[in-house]
Each structure stands twice: as structure tokens, then as C-alpha cells.
T-cell receptor, first 109, second 114 residues
Framework: GIQVEQSPPDLILQEGANSTLRCNFSDSVNNLQWFHQNPWGQLINLFYIPSGTKQNGRLSATTVATERYSLLYISSSQTTDSGVYFCAVSPSNDYKLSFGAGTTVTVRA | DTAVSQTPKYLVTQMGNDKSIKCEQNLGHDTMYWYKQDSKKFLKIMFSYNNKELIINETVPNRFSPKSPDKAHLNLHINSLELGDSAVYFC?????????????FGPGTRLLVL
């Protein structure tokens, strides 16, 4: 099956800092999503981004499908950004999402 | 109004028992999923139903049996619970073929087998 690698595994930020999370995948995809799992365990969809660039407030994401990677940018981080960020992909003609191992982000005040 | 809901949120039970988790979505989606998140936070799909038909059945012990009475509901029944079944189980739904093909997750059911 498709392999999904996320880096870094852990990230500690001071409030106000910017950061970039990376997701590499091993095959072409027709679905790529970024999720945030908050400290209470809720999985919240951030972006549906199989290609291109999107922005939502302080978060933005870019997927370069031809090079099989996606980046999630967090700007001016806040303590509420803490949690685990997951990248999930599915290959063409497949409903199944395969998740990366996640990046655990801790934002300190 | 919760889009994807699960009951119960917490489940503590003894080894060998049988338990069920229920999921309902009010998004009008045709496809629903069950995922398992282990203690290391790794998420893996277990099953998927499209319009009440099983379309994904990963390598899951046959003690786990999903049932979809209608396209808005997907339940998970687990027989003869084992210690290794302790995990968080997430239900999700999506509408494939309609942009964006976002999967929406329920709040999770935290299962602890003693």
C-alpha cells in the first residue's frame, strides 16, 4: 500500500513562532487531507488539498503532487495549535485514507 | 448539531465481553468508515461502507463485525474482547466523487478492556 511519512515527529514552538510540517507519500494520490487532533482527541479536518495551495487564517498548505509531498505551514503559532497533525492520502480510485504517523506540536506560552 | 456522532464516548469492559459502538452522520454522505487509533496515535482504517454495502474490509479479526442498517448509520460490534482491542475507535463519513472529498470524523469512542 501507499506509504506516508511525516516530519518532524515532534515540534516544540514558542508562541508566535512559525513552522513547517512535511508529508511525503510514495504514490500518486487523488485525495490528501491534513487533520489536527486536539488534546481532547477530536480529529478536525484542516485542508483537503490533493494539489495546489490553500490558506485558512494562520494555516496554509501546499501540495506538489508531481513530487509527492505536501507542506503545512503554521504562522504566529498559538497555544491552541498544540496537538497532533496528521497527513492522510488515498491513491486514485480508492476510498481508503492512509495516515502518516503524525507530527506532535507543542506551543509554549 | 453534530455532523458525525458516536456512542458511547467511553467504554470500559472486561476481557471476553461483547460490546457495540454506534455511529450516525447527518451530512447525507453515502460512505462511512471505522478507524482504529492505537496507543501510539497511529490511525488505521478497518472498514468502509458505501450506501450500506461493505467496500473496504482490512485485515481485521472476525470478532469485529460492522453493520450498516441505512446509509446514515454504521455500527461496530466486537465479540470476545481482548486486551489488545483497547484503543480509540473513530467513525467517519464522506461523499466520494463530490469535491471536496473530505472525511469528517466523529469524536471517537475510547475503549478500555481490562
Amino acid at each position: 500500500g501507499i506509504q506516508v511519512e511525516q516530519s518532524p515527529p515532534d515540534l516544540i514552538l514558542q508562541e508566535g513562532a512559525n513552522s513547517t510540517l512535511r508529508c511525503n507519500f510514495s504514490d500518486s494520490v487523488n485525495n490528501l487531507q491534513w487533520f489536527h487532533q486536539n488534546p481532547w482527541g477530536q480529529l478536525i479536518n484542516l485542508f483537503y488539498i490533493p494539489s495546489g495551495t490553500k490558506q485558512n487564517g494562520r494555516l496554509s498548505a501546499t501540495t506538489v503532487a508531481t513530487e509527492r509531498y505536501s507542506l503545512l505551514y503554521i504562522s504566529s503559532s498559538q497555544t491552541t495549535d498544540s496537538g497532533v497533525y496528521f497527513c492522510a492520502v488515498s491513491p486514485s480510485n480508492d476510498y481508503k485514507l492512509s495516515f502518516g504517523a503524525g507530527t506532535t506540536v507543542t506551543v509554549r506560552a | 448539531d453534530t455532523a458525525v456522532s458516536q456512542t458511547p464516548k467511553y467504554l470500559v469492559t472486561q476481557m471476553g465481553n461483547d460490546k457495540s459502538i454506534k455511529c450516525e452522520q447527518n451530512l447525507g454522505h453515502d460512505t462511512m468508515y471505522w478507524y482504529k487509533q492505537d496507543s501510539k496515535k497511529f490511525l488505521k482504517i478497518m472498514f468502509s461502507y458505501n450506501n450500506k454495502e461493505l467496500i473496504i474490509n482490512e485485515t481485521v479479526p472476525n470478532r469485529f463485525s460492522p453493520k450498516s442498517p441505512d446509509k446514515a448509520h454504521l455500527n461496530l460490534h466486537i465479540n470476545s474482547l481482548e486486551l489488545g482491542d483497547s484503543a480509540v475507535y473513530f467513525c467517519a463519513s464522506s461523499q466520494p466523487g463530490v469535491y471536496p472529498e473530505t472525511q469528517y470524523f466523529g469524536p471517537g469512542t475510547r475503549l478500555l478492556v481490562l
